[in-house]
C-alpha cells in the first residue's frame, strides 16, 4: 500500500512538474503547476474506479467506445461529402458527435458488458469468472442473525465475503431505526461485520454495485448473485425460494442447522445393541451405524443384548458426538438377536473385548 502512495504521488509531482516547464509563455508557474497536478489526481480518481470494475465491464466499455468514435468518424464524413467543409459551423459539430457518439458508446458497452461470456475467449479471460464463483453475497438477514460469525470461525467458509452497499445502507436504517428493538438488532449486524473483517483467513469485500430500476433489496441481491456466478448466504426463506427459481444457488443458514443437529434428543428412546462394559460401574457401550458411542448406564448385565435405553444427554465435541442413556430393566424391553446379526457381531465384540 505504501508503495503505491509512493507512485501517485512520484505521479502527481512528475506531471506538475512537467506543466510548469512546458507551460506557455503568459502563464504563471504556480497556475500551470496546478493545473497538472489536477489532472494527474484525477487520473488518480479514475484508476481507483476502474480496479473495482470488473474485466467484463472494461471490455464493453472498451469496445463500446471504439464502436462510438467510428459512429463519429463515419458522421465526419457523411458531413464533408455534402459539401460543408466551409460551414463555420463543422468543426463544432465533428468535437459533439465526437463526444456525444464516444459517450453513449462508452455507457452503453459498460452497461452491457456483464452479458459477455469471456471463458469462450480461452482460460486468461475465464480466470475471473472462477474467482467470483467463490465469492458470497451475504444477505441483511444472515448478517443480523451472528451465526454466520460462528461457522466463519470454524474455517468452513472461505473465499470472499461480499457485502453489498445497499445491503450496508439497509443495516445502517435498521441501527437508526426509531423502535428499539430493530435498533438493537440493526447495531448487533454491524457487529457481526466487524467480528467477520477480524478474521484474517477471510476477506470482506463491499462492492458499490447498485440496480436503481430493482426496489426489493433481495432481488437486487439475486441481480448481483446472477453477474457474478456467485451464491447467496441467507436465511430468508422467501428469498431462498426465488432464488432457486432464478437459477442461483443459496447456501441456507436454518438447513446447515439442521442437517448437524443432533439425531436423537434428550428424553427419546432408542434400540442399541450393548457390545462391551464401559469404564464406570454398571455402564455398558454401543455403537450407532455411523460409529458414534452410545453409553449406557444400567446395561453392564445387558452386553450381548439388543435393549431400548433412554437417551439422557448428547455431547457433541471436536472429536464428534457422545450419546448418553440410561437402561431401566422394569420400563425398558430386551430384544432377541437373531442369529445371523449375532455372528457379524461375535468378532466384533471379540476385538472389543482384546482391547
Not at 84 to 100: A, M
Not at 150 to 156: L, P, Q, S
Request: neutral net charge; aromatic residues 6%; charged residues 20%.
Amino acid at each position: 500500500m505504501i508503495d503505491f502512495l509512493l507512485i501517485r504521488a512520484l505521479f502527481i509531482t512528475t506531471l506538475a512538474a512537467a506543466a510548469a516547464w512546458f507551460r506557455p509563455a503568459s502563464t504563471p508557474l504556480w497556475a500551470a503547476a496546478g493545473v497538472g497536478a489536477l489532472v494527474a489526481c484525477i487520473a488518480i480518481l479514475v484508476e481507483l474506479r476502474l480496479r473495482k470494475t470488473s474485466l467484463k465491464r472494461l471490455l464493453g466499455t472498451a469496445v463500446g467506445l471504439l464502436v462510438g468514435l467510428c459512429c463519429a468518424a463515419l458522421a465526419s464524413v457523411v458531413l464533408g461529402r455534402l459539401g460543408l467543409d466551409s460551414h463555420p459551423g463543422l468543426r463544432l459539430v465533428e468535437i459533439f458527435s465526437l463526444v456525444l457518439f464516444g459517450w453513449f458508446g462508452a455507457v452503453l458497452g459498460a452497461a452491457k458488458g456483464d452479458l459477455l461470456n469471456l471463458s469462450a475467449l480461452g482460460e486468461v479471460f475465464a480466470g475471473e469468472n472462477a474467482a467470483r464463483q467463490n465469492y458470497k453475497i451475504l444477505d441483511t438477514s444472515v448478517i443480523i442473525d451472528g451465526r454466520i460469525a460462528d461457522i466463519a470461525e470454524t474455517g468452513f467458509l472461505d473465499g470472499v465475503l461480499v457485502v453489498p452497499q445497499f445491503v450496508l445502507h439497509e443495516l445502517q436504517m435498521v441501527a437508526d431505526s426509531s423502535d428499539s428493538m430493530k435498533r438493537t438488532r440493526g447495531r448487533r449486524g454491524l457487529d457481526i461485520l466487524q467480528r467477520l473483517q477480524k478474521m484474517t483467513h477471510l476477506t470482506i469485500e463491499v462492492v458499490q454495485q447498485d440496480f436503481p430500476t430493482v426496489k426489493d433489496v433481495d432481488m437486487k441481491l439475486i441481480e448481483l448473485a446472477t453477474i457474478y456466478g456467485c451464491s447467496i448466504v441467507t436465511n430468508d426463506f422467501n428469498l431462498n425460494k426465488v432464488a432457486h427459481v432464478r437459477g442461483v444457488r443459496v447456501l441456507n443458514i436454518n438447513e446447515l442447522t439442521n442437517s448437524v443437529r443432533p439425531i436423537v434428543l434428550p428424553g427419546e428412546l432408542m434400540r442399541v445393541f450393548i457390545l462391551k462394559e464401559g469404564k464406570e460401574h454398571s455402564q455398558g457401550v454401543a455403537y450407532l451405524d455411523d460409529g458414534t458411542m452410545v453409553v449406557v448406564d444400567n446395561a453392564r448385565r445387558m452386553i450381548s443384548r439388543t435393549i431400548d435405553i433412554s437417551v439422557t444427554s448428547v455431547l457433541q465435541t471436536t472429536a464428534g458426538k457422545m450419546i448418553f442413556g440410561k437402561y431401566d430393566e422394569r420400563s425398558h424391553a430386551v430384544h432377541p438377536v437373531p442369529v445371523a446379526e449375532r455372528q457379524e457381531r461375535a468378532p466384533v465384540r471379540a476385538q472389543a473385548v482384546g482391547e
